[in-house]
């Protein structure tokens, strides 16, 4: 079709920054070569059997194979309420304060259609997820890019914000513990995060896609666990970590019920719901035991210490992550994170994600994701030594 135009808001997506890794990496892969891939993060183990047991019987009962009911079923919003309780000591109402999602991105990409009218500003992160400014761009709204950086323990500085920009802002996005960078987040933190969604009346949008894979004990905090946050914001929470349950799609979003009802007006408007036998899994999931989750964390501690050693063997600097299952790493003096990416695929077959491809600030650093086993780890270890940098 030689007339197909697309719309100005397509054209205005930014380019995708991994173009030059993944046609590498192809043709690696086509030369039979053995790639270790540390760079997606999607959990290498199956989901837990008895969840897939409880979707399994689900999708045998007529009753799941119509329509979902578009918030969720309430036995699903029941048992968040009472995970939520246990585990941060919030109380929720299942009728108003809980939304079940087709996985958090997808409440994510679409919030900003319930709340960003063309030149509003949205408040993002950056390196960060790539779906909060790809959705402001989709929204017609204008990104304020918040940058992360180590001397700030990767949290946002508000105060650098200007007043006119905070003024214009609509939405406040926040992710912690944070992918890319692994930085946690206190209620410190949130409780400045609250007086500044206050005093500018910006809705807080808190992605805690990985509050469950966390090291040491150390449990993030909820940002609905400050005062003030449910008048102000939402959290997104996601099975897809915590489970390994990524590609099922399913997530929530809670916290303050009418942006909530500005959400779920959106979605009815292009979804209809959770598949409810997979609504069903997520009861099972969330309602059952927890040994799953605690074993998973182990795995996944075990694999940082094993990269961690190994890496202080080359004498780079890294930073040990308290949470997600990143490892935020900086480059060696001399190279930028793509070039280092590039290196490490040619010469050692390993793949890494350049810093810069989650914004500017991710610049001087890349991402390995600890989703192969430690043998695996120790074995990329070995290769990357045997660099000439
Ligand atoms: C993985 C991830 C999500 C999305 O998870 P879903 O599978 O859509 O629930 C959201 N935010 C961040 C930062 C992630 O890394």
Known sequence: MSTLKYSDRLNKLPPYLFVEIDRKKKKLLDEGVDIIDLGVGDPDYPTPKHIIAAGKKALQKAENHRYPFGVGLRKLREVIAEWYKQRFNVSLQPDS???????????IGHIHLGFVNPGDVVLIPEPGYPVYSGATILAG??????????ENDFLPDFGSIPDEVLKKAKLLFINYPNNPTAGVAGKEFFRQVVDVARKYDIIVCHDAAYSEIYYDNKKPVSFLEVEGAKEVGIEFHSLSKTYNMTGW???????????????TKVKENIDSGVFQSIQEAAIAALSGS???????RGIYQERRDVLLDGLKSLGWQVKK?????????????????IDTSGIILEKAC????????FGPSGEGYIRIALTVDKKRIKEAVKRI???KW
């Not at 709204?141 to 180590?150: A, K």
């Open 249 to 263: 799609r399913i997530g929530w979003a809670c916290g303050n019920s009418d942006i909530l009802k500005g959400l």
């Open 321 to 337: 992550p308290a949470a997600t299952f990143y490892v935020w790493i900086k480059v060696p003096k001399g190279y930028n994170s």
């Open 290 to 296: 927890q040994d799953c989750v605690e074993k998973m």
């Open 385 to 387: 030594k045997k660099i």
């Open 350 to 357: 390993v793949v890494t994600t350049p810093g810069v491809g």
């Open 97 to 107: 304060e809980i939304i079940s999602l087709l996985g958090s991105k997808e409440g």
């Open 141 to 150: 709204g204008v990104s304020h890019f918040m940058p992360l950086v180590e």
